[in-house]
Nanobody, 121 residues
Framework: QAQLLESGGGLVQPGGSLRLSCAVS????????MGWYRQRPGEQRERVAG???????KYEDSVKGRFVISRDNAKNTVYLQMDGLQFEDTADYSC???????????????WGQGTQVTVSS
């Protein structure tokens, strides 16, 4: 069964940087859109960034110019480079990937377990 394995969260001071990684483990037929959501305490989950299999990217307005999403298709891994982190970026970050497990399967959305990012002085 496919899983998404995240890493890279932690505690960082304002203005600092973190890089999140999310790798697809297990055998899959195809990996399509990938990306990151975040959820602050007491708030709804919001999409931070997404990237298509062809590399087209989208960003939530508040992270444009500070965050960069990328992917390594050979490794089935998506990254989120976060620079200029602010207090408001504190949240639980989860990656997602639209996977097709076998050629005959439909595409399903899979989720990582979440990784905490805390921006604090």
């Amino acid at each position: 069964q496919a899983q998404l394995l995240e890493s890279g969260g932690g505690l960082v001071q304002p203005g600092g940087s973190l890089r999140l990684s999310c790798a697809v483990s297990g055998n899959v037929f195809s990996v399509n859109d990938m990306g990151w959501y975040r959820q602050r305490p007491g708030e709804q989950r919001e999409r931070v960034a997404g990237i298509s299999s062809g590399g087209r990217t989208k960003y939530e307005d508040s992270v444009k110019g500070r965050f960069v999403i990328s992917r390594d298709n050979a490794k089935n891994t998506v990254y989120l480079q976060m620079d200029g982190l602010q207090f408001e970026d504190t949240a639980d970050y989860s990656c997602y990937a639209v996977l097709q497990l076998q050629a005959s399967d439909p595409r399903y959305e899979f989720w990582g377990q979440g990784t905490q990012v805390t921006v604090s002085s």
